[in-house]
């Protein structure tokens, strides 16, 4: 069995002291790859220095967060444009819109400003976009609703949207969800929504070290602990892990374009 992480902050300093450790433990759980997605100018030479480090494991992702979107925007938009035009990376991320956090909401234009000019970039350069759309749904879509085409395609990250929302994610085309540790909150209406998309359009992340799933809750979270939403995506679509497994990692395959 084989699991994909599309989303781990593993450059954060929650794993500064046992990165090898969480790696070794993933890959018991059946997590063989993790994506990591960067925040800002600051924690790029860290995502560098980890991805050399696990080569066939963690994948850098590029981008301009959200939340990082201050006064000095446009200096720290050219420095990620700059190292996703001079090496590797497998998607734009994590960018987006975030109307959750009350100093970002100060920073909505630039944030609008930002998101479109990376997903420009993502077409230019064939990249999956990456989207944090907390409290943004609507911001989002009119971005996307501007560029959306063949070309533009990625995962609506941490997706805890309903099923109208869903189904406009579905009909953009090239657009998977990503599903996290939210599923297996008592009391979410997560599961009842993702009862009704169909497999082929969800991806697994864990959004480590943040949204630790049930029975984890509380503590930092981890590629590990991926296994717990994918049995919990298995019951609520009564299927076999083993069929969630495939599904998932099939569709990360596909729009990460390994
Ligand atoms: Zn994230």
Known sequence: MQLIDTHSHLSTDNFKSDLDLAIQRAKEAGVTKIFNPNTDSTTIDRIAEISEQYPDTIYP???LDPGAVRDNFEQELQIVEQHLRSRK???IGEIGIDLYWEDNIKYKTQQIQVF???VKLAKELTLPIIIHSRNSFDEVFSVIDKHNDEKLFGIFHCFTGNLSQA???IEYGGFKMGIGGVLTYKNSPLPQVVKNIALEHLVLETDSPYLPPVPKRGKRNESAFLLFTANK???IH???LDEVAQITTK???EV???
């Open 233 to 235: 995506l298995a019951d």
């Open 256 to 258: 990460y374009r390994l």
């Open 238 to 240: 009564e299927v076999t």
């Open 61 to 63: 992702l590029m981008g």
């Open 89 to 91: 990376y497998y998607g």
């Open 116 to 118: 479109e000019h990376q």
């Open 167 to 169: 189904q406009k994610i």
């Open 251 to 253: 569709n990360a395959i």
